[in-house]
């Protein structure tokens, strides 16, 4: 079975520009939840999707977005990229979300470079 | 709000040296408990979940146990490959079940 998948895999803006990162969930899963990921703050929750819906939001400002399409897979945008934006981008899927104790599993990750 | 707080921060061992590490967590009601092991530059690894007190899982020389504050995450007799960062994550009984993350306990195996 495959993974979670997440393209591109290494990424380099400038400030100014958007970005766009794809996640392919696990087949079948279809709660999808972004984090991000710095050596000073650890893993931070962005966002959740179940369903084509945002389900759960983090506090990231507005210039972060996602959305879900109906076969599960998800992209998150970045607009008008900050320095610090610069991070690692994980994703990671489950069943639904919002079973008991539902493990979610990672991708590898989108690092993003903002110069 | 959610807590999880990872101790130590950072933890040297020589290979065959067992320990443990800590998460402590505060949540208005547990759905469940993850420890996830990263490696630099990649996506954390599922390792284990744990659903209420008392209980424990094992995995070659990984064992984590669970109580109603707190859980370890017992290393025996490391080896060199055990080197990584473990990530401890609480899922919460809200709406939605929001998961949080500690910060993570660096782990170095010296041979």
């Known amino acids: 079975k495959a993974g979670v998948t997440q393209t591109p895999r290494y990424l380099i803006k400038t400030r100014g520009q958007q970005v766009t990162l794809s996640c392919s969930p696990i087949?079948?899963?279809?709660?999808v939840s972004w984090y991000q990921q710095t050596p000073g703050q650890g893993l931070q929750f962005l966002f959740e999707?179940?369903?084509?819906?945002?389900?759960n939001k983090g506090n990231f400002p507005g210039r972060f977005s996602g959305r879900q399409f109906s076969n599960s897979r998800s992209e998150m945008n970045v607009s008008t990229l900050e320095l610090g934006d610069s991070a690692l981008y994980l994703c990671a899927s489950s069943r639904s979300g919002t079973g008991a104790g539902e493990t979610q599993y990672f991708g590898p990750g989108t690092r993003l470079l903002v110069l | 709000e959610d807590q999880v707080t990872q101790s130590p921060e950072a933890l040297r061992l020589q290979e065959g040296e067992s320990s443990s590490l800590n998460c402590s967590y505060t949540v208005s009601g547990l759905r469940g408990l993850f420890w996830y092991r990263q490696d630099p530059g990649k996506g954390p690894e599922f390792l284990f979940t744990?659903?209420?007190a008392g209980e424990e899982k094992e995995k070659e020389r990984l064992k984590a146990t669970l109580t109603k504050k707190e859980s370890f995450l017992h290393i025996t007799a490391p080896k060199p490959e055990d080197s990584a960062t473990y990530l401890c994550a609480v899922r919460d009984s809200g709406g939605y079940q929001k998961v949080t993350f500690g910060t993570g306990t660096k782990l170095q195996v010296i041979p």
């Open positions: 087949s079948g899963h279809r709660s």
């Open positions: 999707y179940f369903s084509e819906t945002q389900r």
């Open positions: 744990l659903y209420s």
